[in-house]
């Protein structure tokens, strides 16, 4: 089976300019997260979609950031316009029935993004 | 405070050894617990949950859950050089994964 999938692996854009990261999650997982991993902080949950429909996006840092899941196979984060704090290694992964005790998240490869 | 705190490490021990990681959680709602492993450039993967208190074995590796201490851990037992990585302890509510920092584990050969 196919695992969470991740676009672009990697990404230098100047500051100012705009990034979309990009996401396909497991065939038949109902939701979908966003985090973002740095030394200094961590692992952070940005947003999370439950059939497509966006649940909790108190971790999105600011307006700069947006996300949506058109269609339960696609989802993207974008940041407009970016800066150099936000690079970071942007994780998408996925989840079947995410209320169930026993059920974990999938991560995707990832997206290592550099804004000089 | 931070909602999953974990010790800081590094965390060095021999090859044959037995790596002892600890995790601690602030929310006495949380559910079931999961243990993680991040190879250096790598996306994290699982590698057990618990959700009873008390032990659970998998391999070489047994996570020990103490709600009244909120308090879980991960004991690696005959640590080889592969199991060198930053171990992750994430904590779940209703519906998502609270991590700690990480610890970062190496074996030496």
């Known amino acids: 089976d196919a695992g969470v999938i991740q676009s672009p692996r990697h990404e ?9 990261l990009r996401c396909k999650p497991i065939s038949g997982h109902d939701y979908l997260f966003w985090y973002r991993q740095t030394m200094m902080r961590g692992l952070e949950l940005l947003i ?9 996006d108190s ?11 058109p269609n339960a196979s696609f989802s993207t984060l974008k940041i407009q316009p970016s800066e150099p704090r936000d690079s970071a290694v942007y994780f998408c992964a996925s989840s079947l029935g995410s209320k169930r005790r026993g059920n974990t998240i999938y991560f995707g ?4 993004l550099t804004v000089v | ?10 965390l060095s021990v021999p090859e044959g050894a037995i790596a002892s990681l600890n ?16 190879y250096s450039g790598k996306s994290p993967e699982l590698i057990m949950f618990i959700y009873s208190n008390g032990d659970k074995e998998d391999g070489r590796f047994t996570a020990q859950l103490n709600k009244a201490s909120q308090y879980v851990s991960l004991l690696i037992r005959d640590s080889q050089p592969s199991d ?15 991590f700690g920092a990480g610890t970062t584990v190496t074996v030496r050969a």
């Not at chain 1, 999370?48 to 909790?56: A, G, R």
Request: aromatic residues 14%; proline residues 4%.
């Open chain 2, 1 to 10: 405070q931070k909602e999953v705190e974990q010790n800081s490490g590094p």
């Open chain 1, 109 to 112: 490869e990832g997206s290592w």
């Open chain 1, 48 to 56: 999370y979609f439950n059939n497509n429909v966006p649940i909790d």
């Open chain 1, 12 to 20: 230098v854009t100047e500051m100012g300019q705009e990034v979309t």
């Open chain 2, 23 to 38: 995790c601690t959680y602030s929310d006495r709602g949380s559910q079931s617990f999961f243990w993680y492993r991040q």
């Open chain 2, 84 to 98: 060198s990585a930053t171990y992750l302890c994430a904590v779940k509510g209703d519906y998502k994964l609270s």
């Open chain 1, 59 to 69: 971790g999105m840092p600011e307006d700069r950031f947006s996300a949506k899941m």
